[in-house]
């Protein structure tokens, strides 16, 4: 069969981006050569609906072994009786989530998209403001901070029947105990999204949240260092309390419902290819060497926000307790897109995103949104980091002119070369 060239010239075209870029979009980083070769490795080719010991096709007896070892060094990881690793995705697991737990036009309680919440916590434009009843509390306008007395005020007031707690542009750390009370006052279900912070929640740099609350999902991505993917967790399996049935009308624990939301709930064969990719990437995390690159990755995020706050920018709630920084541009007069946009041209790569209370619609947006796991697996710290923002700092001032963010281009180019990214491809 021919070499397709023009998909390959492509790779080799993204491969030298991310060499000669600084990647900081929060929800990026580099995987391991290792992780890669996995997901690029046999496994693709096997049909493995159900789980393992328990497949609806023939010739699973290795991947079997592949599922349950990336299952086993999950559970090492953070301490669980229960996960499942099929999920496609963190939207996946977090619809899985839903359709184990909640009927058609139950209330669901999360954190506004605008105020840094995720599509899956309940957003209009998503299945999960579609199908159920969405009700959101926010941050407090003066500190950024997680409004945690309007949480339980709509609680006690609505009633849902599932609170989410978790986001995707949050900067500070979570009290799930507090909130576990709220939902103990009514009834309602936890679940706890931790795809950005779950790498640094992994090695006890930040809050655990999986003795409050009852389910806990993340994206395999982002500071977990691993393939595209998701997962669900329990620390603690139980029998429902709501009186939750599976299609044949038999109580199930959690577990059992969960697995059966997976499959043949939302998904059909899984990806045994990334499968094995997450075992790999679990593996790493296992590791001494993944708890420095957690205090790295916490280290260089607040490098970052001292000296964007020294130069002036606003920083939602001053400052950060995991891996990113949330920046309001409305004192610097630039939109989100337009920060965006220019600062792809010096190939230094973030996101517009809205600003809790912002006045732009979220295709302009106010903010943008910095972080720092990619760089750091790249081997940069403190000093770099604030290089980094002298960087940003000097395409923003100069954001109309062209020979300024050209010049930011090579400066960016030459800075990265001392930070090798897959040396082994060639």
Not at 205 to 234: A, Q, Y
Request: proline fraction near 4%.
């Amino acid at each position: 069969m021919q070499k397709d060239t023009l998909v390959f010239d492509l790779i080799q075209k993204e491969l030298q981006r991310q060499r000669n870029g600084i990647e900081l979009i929060a929800s990026e980083n580099f995987t391991s050569l290792q992780v890669m070769q996995a997901m690029g490795s046999v496994p693709t080719n096997k049909y493995a609906e159900g789980y393992p010991g328990k497949r609806y096709y023939g010739g699973c007896e290795v991947v079997d072994e592949i599922e349950t070892l990336a299952i086993d060094r999950l559970k090492q990881i953070f301490n669980l009786s229960w996960a499942n690793v099929q999920p496609h995705s963190g939207a996946q697991a977090n619809g899985a989530v839903f359709l184990a737990v909640m009927r058609p036009g139950d209330k669901v309680l999360g954190l506004d998209l605008s105020m840094g919440g995720h599509l899956t916590h309940g957003s209009p434009a998503n299945f999960s403001g579609k199908t159920y009843e969405a009700h959101f509390y926010g941050v407090k306008k003066e500190t950024g901070l997680v409004d945690y007395e309007q949480l339980e005020a709509v609680a006690l007031k609505e009633k849902p029947r599932m609170i989410i707690c978790g986001a995707s542009a949050y900067s500070r750390d979570w009290d799930y105990k507090r909130i576990r009370e709220v939902a103990d006052k009514i009834g309602a279900i936890v679940l706890a999204d931790i795809a950005h912070p779950a790498g640094l929640i992994a090695k006890g740099l930040l809050n655990d949240p999986f003795d409050h609350c009852h389910i806990v999902t993340s994206t395999t991505h982002k500071t977990l260092r691993g393939p595209r993917g998701g997962v669900i967790m329990l620390r603690h399996d139980f029998e429902n309390p709501w009186g939750i049935k599976d299609p044949k009308g038999n109580t199930r624990t959690m577990s059992q419902l969960l697995d059966l939301a997976v499959f043949p709930g939302t998904q059909g064969g899984p990806l045994e290819h990334v499968i094995a990719a997450k075992a790999v990437a679990f593996g790493e995390i296992l590791s001494d060497e993944f708890a420095v690159y957690g205090k790295q990755v916490i280290a260089n995020a607040q490098a970052m926000a001292k000296a964007f706050v020294s130069k002036g920018y606003n920083l939602i709630s001053e400052g950060t307790d995991n891996h990113l920084m949330l920046i309001d541009l409305r004192n610097k007069n630039l939109t989100g897109k337009k920060a965006q946009e220019t600062l792809d041209k010096a190939h230094i790569t973030l996101n517009k995103n809205a600003v809790p209370f912002d006045d732009k619609s979220p295709f302009v947006t106010s903010g943008i949104r910095v972080g720092v796991p990619a760089v750091t697996t790249r081997g940069l710290k403190e000093a770099d980091v604030a290089n980094i923002v002298d960087l940003i700092d000097n395409v923003l001032t100069n954001a109309d002119d062209e020979k300024v963010i050209a010049a930011v281009k090579d400066e960016v180019k030459n800075f990265m070369q001392q930070f090798p990214l897959y040396p082994e491809l060639g």
